[in-house]
């Protein structure tokens, strides 16, 4: 897992700076989610929150058919996703580490809903995050690469 340097994430020229997955891994998951919920390259997805217990970090939104997830990472199977992102936080985090798992019902790409979730909305950042969103969505081949993380499922069982 890669771990910002201290106040990036507060400062919006560094932040804004930051290459396209490390932008959209630390923090603007929720955009990206959004974007590709809104744009739907492709049908049955649905976005997911991973929410780390009490005082933990960890928070992350990606968007799952429930066997194959898309986030910054791209295309890969759910359940590996999961495990990635669950491991990685609970091996650098204080021992107790923990997090539940739940279906997002509000609108990605609203300020108002995101900064109840303690996110930040599209207007929070120093230029437009839904462009990037989209244009970062678009360099991506999704009927291949969901296709070859399906594959990987099908080889598993």
Partial sequence: MYTLKPG?????????ALPDRIFFRNGACAILAGVFL???????FYAERIIPGKGFAGNHIFVTDGVVAFDHHGYSLRNRLLTYHTNGWANRS???WNCRLERVTFDLLDRRNLNDNKMLGPEQYLHDPIARAKTYLD???HAG???RARTR???AI
Avoid at 8 to 16: A, F
Avoid at 38 to 44: E, F, H, M, Q, V
């Fill in 94 to 96: 204080p021992e107790g």
């Fill in 153 to 155: 499922y099908a080889s």
């Fill in 139 to 141: 360099r991506v081949n």
């Fill in 38 to 44: 809104r744009d739907a390259p492709l049908p049955g």
């Fill in 145 to 147: 690469a969901s296709a």
């Fill in 8 to 16: 990036i994430k507060k400062d919006p020229v560094r932040r804004w």
